[in-house]
């Protein structure tokens, strides 16, 4: 089966709609297997040449344009200007391609190349195939139709096949795994801040427990019954979980940015996670409540028996509770870690430059339809009479328009020049543009000349290439006067026979292949000469550009009512988008995981400080009586509290250095061991230990000697 990506225009009157549509080939809905909803799937003799047209509507689009009305299916919609009736609709969760609607592509072997069709193609694999073991039939496939249709096909190109699963997911798999692993490190954390809760509590009913074994209960019956205990707090906790998960994933989802996940993918709240919800509460409540369990009803009952249980918790149980603890502020510290360094390359990525001046700088996509903008010369046309009355426009300084969005490039394409030699392939982007995108993004000019109004209205073939070009093709070399050949422009939508331009500039770089990349080598050439049907529009302004996004996309439905404006928003908005979304919502995500396990830490130092001031009572009054001042017993206890939090932070620097590097490919402009990061992550959790038993050392100080001595 294939797929292509086209727009769709809905409505003969008032304002259209558009549509984002996927032109597919007749048998896609029963290679995919998925049934619709109502009516019926596109069939493969719905995509016969001179059939009917029709089309399948989104289940999304269904409720939001429709209202979920049943009764549209069968009706007849103008699509593009022709009557195209509407066949089915598909289940909620089937968004193929993320398209709104679905129709065939009509293949015809006789058309000509500016109406070819580019499908993506795919297909099933013999069971037992992988993908890598088929990569060399396809690649001899490929050689076969390369010779047949030269002029779609580059000089060289390598073929590889991916999963649909690994595209699908691809992108977001990283920060999944990412936030499991945080949301893990997390769930231990409070394990054992419980386990280190339920080691007190049951140490402090040692006494009850001993007098329960004296009275003949096994070790096996208190052990059930301490068990029991723990898995009913743990029941109440996940049931608590779940009520705070239901109230706060609306808030989560709508931080989500946009295109972060599928749109087939449902985030809710449903019975196999609730599920292992339960499972997750039922395990850990028995692990980490075995331990205080065994601990507690441990032997020796004669000791406590004679002792009368007086605040002695045994060395066993106290080294317990101190590798508890150590453990919490280990795993906070990894935490902490990988929070400090996703935001220390959040805003490293935040600092990049560039390159072009984004402030008061509107931008819309236009997507030209190809049945009514068929050449280079009709889309041309379109763009030099909307340029001018976007120019008009009160508080407009200039308008441009170009095939590129940054930090993304243009079409890739191979290039060679006149009188260059080399051994591996020159391989770039080119940017179509008006002649004045260079004023309008404010690209700086570092040798020759600017493209001209006239040079654009002569179709010279005259082209700009970047420093990046400039440096890594020509090196010392004058790049100016030399011919570029462009070879992508030969496999345009209408080819150009001779894509040979020459270069009459070299302006500074663009970022275009994502900012986090180096730039790729880039050549601008004419749109006049090199039409792709889509176009981004950018409008520089004196005040808001926000404000002159109704009178833009008003210019643009003006001049033709099927060509829909899309994502008309500033090009700082368009970043964020793009760019900065997907990290800041991962960076939110682990800094909250971050900060409630650094809470979780700060309790359990409280915690387990404030048993052990209760626990040593009498000697610290005995301390005391003998002649040790406040501050002395203040610093035993601040001493013990971190020391627990040293042996932690140890602990957890051999963590980071073996986990350290699984974050690395998230990072960008600083080392997975960043000493900053790390030396404030340590002082941070320094910090926390020494308010979280300062507390406690205070109630030790408030210790009556006299009132201690007379209690023993």
């Not at 009917?52 to 299916?73: E, M, N, Q, T």
């Not at 694999?125 to 060399?136: D, I, V, Y």
Request: proline share 5%.
């Amino acid at each position: 089966m294939g797929v292509e990506e086209e727009s769709v225009v809905m409505g003969d009157s008032g304002t259209p709609e558009l549509f984002d549509a996927d032109a597919v080939t007749g048998n896609t809905f029963q290679f995919l297997g998925v049934a619709p909803l109502l009516g019926r799937g596109i069939e493969p003799s719905d995509a016969l040449p001179g059939a009917p047209p029709v089309f399948v509507l989104s289940y999304k689009k269904w409720r939001k344009r429709f209202g979920l009305d049943a009764g549209i299916v069968g009706k007849t919609f103008i699509m593009n200007g022709k009557p195209t009736t509407l066949i089915g609709i598909m289940p909620p969760r089937f968004a193929f391609w993320g398209g709104d609607i679905w129709m065939p592509a009509s293949l015809d072997r006789n058309e000509a190349g500016g109406n070819r069709r580019y499908l993506v193609l795919y297909g099933h694999l013999k069971p037992g195939l992988s993908a890598k073991a088929a990569e060399p039939d396809v690649q001899i496939l490929a050689g076969r139709l390369s010779k047949i249709y030269r002029q779609d096909y580059p000089k060289q190109f390598d073929v590889h096949l991916e999963s649909l699963g690994h595209i699908a997911a691809g992108l977001v798999q990283n920060t999944l795994f990412t936030l499991l692993a945080a949301v893990g490190l997390l769930l231990l954390i409070a394990c054992a801040n419980v386990a280190n809760l339920l080691l007190a509590k049951a140490t402090a009913r040692k006494q009850e427990i001993v007098l329960r074994m004296t009275l003949g209960a096994g070790r096996f019956r208190v052990i059930r019954q301490l068990l029991v205990e723990s898995l009913l707090l743990a029941l109440a906790g996940a049931a608590t979980g779940c009520v705070f998960a239901w109230a706060g994933l609306k808030g989560l989802v709508a931080m989500v940015p946009i295109y972060t996940f599928p749109d087939e993918a449902a985030i809710e709240l449903n019975t196999p996670v609730l599920l292992a919800t339960l499972l997750i509460a039922i395990v850990t409540a028995l692990i980490f409540g075995l331990a205080p369990a065994m601990a507690a009803s441990a032997g020796g009952l004669n000791e406590w028996l004679k002792a009368g249980g007086r605040g002695n918790s045994g060395f066993r149980r106290g080294r317990l509770r101190n590798f508890l603890i150590s453990g919490e502020v280990a795993l906070s510290l990894l935490l902490l870690s990988g929070a400090g360094l996703l935001m220390r390359s959040f805003l490293a990525e935040r600092q990049v430059d560039i390159g072009i001046s984004t402030g008061q700088v509107l931008t819309t996509g236009l997507s030209l339809p190809p049945k009514q903008y068929k050449t280079t010369e009709s889309q041309a046309r379109f763009l030099r009479d909307l340029l001018p009355r976007v120019q008009n426009l009160p508080g407009v300084v200039s308008a441009a328009g170009a095939v590129m969005l940054p930090p993304s490039g243009g079409p890739a394409s191979d290039f060679d020049v006149a009188g260059f030699t080399h051994s591996e392939r020159w391989k770039g982007d080119i940017v179509p543009c008006s002649w004045q995108f260079f004023q309008t993004v404010r690209l700086r000019l570092l040798a020759g000349r600017l493209p001209t109004a006239a040079d654009e209205d002569r179709k010279l073939k005259i082209a700009v290439i970047n420093q990046t070009m400039a440096e890594k093709y020509f090196g010392r070399q004058d790049p100016l006067g030399c011919e570029l050949d462009v070879e992508a422009l030969r496999n345009a939508p209408e080819p150009l026979a001779n894509p040979r331009f020459q270069i009459v500039g070299v302006v500074s770089d663009i970022k275009n292949d994502g900012v986090r990349r180096p730039v790729v080598p880039e050549a601008y050439v004419p749109y006049t000469l090199a039409g792709y049907g889509a176009y981004t529009v950018y409008v520089r302004t004196v005040g808001n550009p926000a404000a002159l996004s109704t009178a833009l996309e008003g210019q643009v439905l003006t001049l033709d009512r099927n060509v829909v404006p899309q994502e008309t928003r500033t090009l700082d908005s368009a970043l964020e988008t793009s760019t900065y979304a997907r990290p800041r919502f991962g960076l939110v995500l682990f800094s909250v995981f971050a900060g409630i396990g650094l809470l979780l830490v700060s309790l359990g130092v409280y915690s387990v400080m404030s048993y052990s001031v209760s626990q040593q009572t009498r000697e610290i009054g005995i301390r005391m009586a003998l002649g040790a001042s406040a501050s002395d017993v203040r610093s035993q206890v601040v001493t013990a509290g971190l020391r627990f939090v040293s042996m932690g932070v140890g602990a957890g620097m051999l963590f980071v250095f073996f986990v350290g590097r699984v974050l690395a490919s998230q990072l960008f402009g600083v080392s997975w061991y960043d000493p900053l990061t790390l030396g404030s992550v340590v002082g941070v959790l320094v910090v926390v230990g020494l308010a979280s038993s300062y507390v406690p050392s205070l109630r030790a100080t408030r210790v009556d000697p006299a009132v201690s001595l007379r209690y023993e």
